[in-house]
């Protein structure tokens, strides 16, 4: 298993990578839409959900892969009527033709004390 690293995407507190490969396979830990030195949420969802990708291309790069990799993401989201359609439109974008797997479900206490991100994913890629 080898831990991956990037000083381009937020770092978690404690003993949690931002993602582990074995294999082929990349397992990104939870992934927040914060900006990487400052840990600031952006104002608004859409942009929260274009940091969020950012994030993760940054992740899946260090890694040695790219968002065509993805195979599934799972998504929490804060308020899931309110904000999927943003985060919806940064998907489409960001994903293009390519269409992981996913599942979303609604949580209203998720992340850092003192944040209020609106979205979390946790997602896996395989390299090969």
Do not use: C
Not at 22 to 42: K, M, N, Q
Not at 77 to 104: C, I, Y
């Amino acid at each position: 298993m080898r831990i991956i690293h990037t000083d381009a995407a937020p770092s978690h507190s404690g003993p949690v990578p931002q993602a582990v490969e074995a294999g082929g396979w990349i397992y990104v830990s939870a992934l927040f839409g914060a900006d990487p030195r400052t840990h600031e949420i952006p104002a608004d969802a859409r942009a929260e959900a274009e940091q969020l990708f950012t994030n993760l291309a940054a992740i899946l790069a260090a890694a040695g892969a790219d968002l065509t990799a993805v195979v599934r993401v799972g998504i929490v989201m804060r308020g899931l009527q309110r904000d999927r359609p943003a985060f919806n439109e940064v998907w489409k974008q960001r994903f293009g033709d390519h269409r992981p797997a996913r599942s979303a479900i609604e949580s209203t206490d998720f992340g850092r004390a003192g944040e209020s991100p609106r979205f979390m994913i946790e997602v896996t890629a395989y390299r090969g």
